[in-house]
């Protein structure tokens, strides 16, 4: 306010400065008339009256003899008067001038912006519309409305999609209960009525596309409530868990998988510890022994839970059983093709591999700088009816000569008996002079898992 009362008083002098520059005599009212309409216009009735009053003062004491002083004669007092009251009436006019363009101007501006939110609305309603049929569309649940009596009335495009609908009128109103199979029927019908009493339900069931293919699905049915909060139309929700559901049967298959590798697992350590503490001469030598055959084990054991397949591959098994002497690695010369083992079958030769290397260091070629091993496998094709076999050969060269041991140890047991019970089939120890020859030869048929059966 101080601010609009100051600009009217500028504005007023300045009028008076420029009336005093000119060379005009006589009485100045109508020169003042013009800056008290124009700050009456701008700044509004106070300013416009206060102008007024100024413009009045001045022209009395300007320019009305005698000159600076109020002391003028009655006449012009009273023309004086009737300037100051035709001025305040132009001000008063002029300010509700200005009131009438600013409302005319904020009517335009709301029905401008009535308008705009007019064109906002129908926008963002179409934009809603397109963005709702673009979720519909590209959604790949299957969403259906259905009337009180269970009978389709809509079916979202991802939906038709799912069930391979290629035209939704030949199944438009048709019973939705009967799409279901076995006891989700029920359900279905189950569901439908938890919906017509006003409250969700859920359920999972099988259901067969329009070309025959079953899927599996996890349904939420919900009422859809008119304006008292009664249901009028039912909503289904139902989402393709197919591949959950086949995730969950393999995850069953691979846990009775874990169930037997462990059993196999558990029934070995056993067999391991007794063998082990039977034939160790003091309880050092038999923790030594222990702790090495478990960790073997237990390597082998950790390929296997790797492996999302049964069983594992003959060249991982033994890269793990000679692991320990990779330092070494240049002395072994391993060639065979490429196989499956069992679990079994993996876990056994994991345990025979490590006792003949760990033979091999201590005594054998492997304690001999230039010594080195040879260690190969192949199938030999079936001869004389005989059956397809797989021969694995250990041959030792370079080394010291070689003794038989004065007493047969776990090692010699666990690759002269045990192993070649789970191969189902015979080995050979023989210890040459020139270096120890290991041979084990089975059926093909005992390398697959349920095969080899411990002897």
């Not at 600076?68 to 001025?87: D, G, M, S």
């Not at 495009?157 to 799912?162: A, K, L």
């Not at 999972?204 to 329009?210: D, I, Y």
């Not at 296997?304 to 890269?319: F, N, P, T, Y």
Request: net charge neutral.
């Amino acid at each position: 306010m101080p601010r609009r009362y100051g600009l009217a008083a500028l504005m007023v002098l300045a009028a008076g400065g420029i009336r005093l520059a000119l060379p005009v005599i006589g009485p100045p009212y109508l020169f003042f008339i013009p800056p008290v309409m124009a700050v009456a216009f701008l700044l509004g009735n106070g300013p416009g009256l206060f102008a007024t009053a100024l413009a009045t003062l001045l022209a009395v004491g300007l320019f009305i003899p005698p000159y600076y002083t109020l002391q003028i004669p009655f006449e012009q007092w009273t023309a004086t008067a009737l300037f100051a009251l035709v001025a305040a009436a132009l001000a008063l006019v002029c300010s509700a001038f200005r009131r009438t363009l600013d409302a005319r101007d904020a009517d335009l501006a709301q029905l401008r912006q009535a308008l705009a939110d007019a064109a906002d609305g129908r926008a963002a309603a179409d934009a809603s519309n397109a963005f709702l049929s673009g979720v519909l569309a590209s959604s790949a649940d299957c969403i259906t409305v259905l009337d009180l009596d269970a009978r389709l009335t809509f079916m979202s495009e991802g939906g038709r999609r799912s069930m391979e609908v290629a035209n939704f009128a030949t199944i438009h109103h048709a019973p939705w209960p009967e799409l279901w199979q076995g006891e989700a029927r029920a359900e279905a019908e189950a569901a439908v009525a938890e919906a017509r009493a006003g409250r969700a339900a859920r359920f999972q069931g099988l259901a067969h596309t329009m070309r025959g293919r079953p899927l599996w699905w996890d349904v939420a049915v919900t009422p859809m409530l008119d304006g008292d909060g009664q249901p009028e139309r039912l909503l289904c929700v139902a989402r393709d868990i197919t591949a959950q559901r086949r995730l969950e049967e393999q995850q069953q298959l691979l846990n009775q998988e874990l169930k037997h590798r462990l059993k196999n697992t558990l029934a070995m350590v056993q067999a391991v510890m007794n063998q082990t503490l039977r034939q160790s001469r003091s309880l050092p030598e038999a923790q030594e022994a222990l702790e090495a055959r478990l960790v073997a084990l237990s390597g082998a054991h950790g390929g296997l839970l790797d492996m999302q397949s049964q069983g594992a591959e003959i060249h991982e098994v033994v890269r793990a059983a000679l692991l320990p002497h990779e330092s070494r690695a240049s002395a072994f010369r391993v060639e065979g093709p490429s196989l499956r083992l069992s679990s079994r079958c993996a876990l056994a030769l994991t345990l025979a591999l490590h006792e003949l290397a760990t033979n091999a260091a201590k005594y054998g070629a492997l304690s001999a700088e230039n010594g080195w091993v040879s260690l190969s496998w192949r199938i030999l094709p079936p001869f004389d009816g005989a059956e397809t076999t797989f021969q694995l050969r250990w041959q030792e060269s370079g080394g010291p000569p070689v003794q038989p041991p004065a007493r047969a140890g776990f090692g010699s047991f666990m690759i002269r008996r045990t192993l070649p019970g789970y191969f189902e089939g015979s080995a050979n120890l023989d210890f040459r002079p020139e270096g120890l020859l290991y041979q084990l030869e089975g059926p093909v048929a005992s390398l697959h898992e349920g095969q080899g059966q411990q002897g």
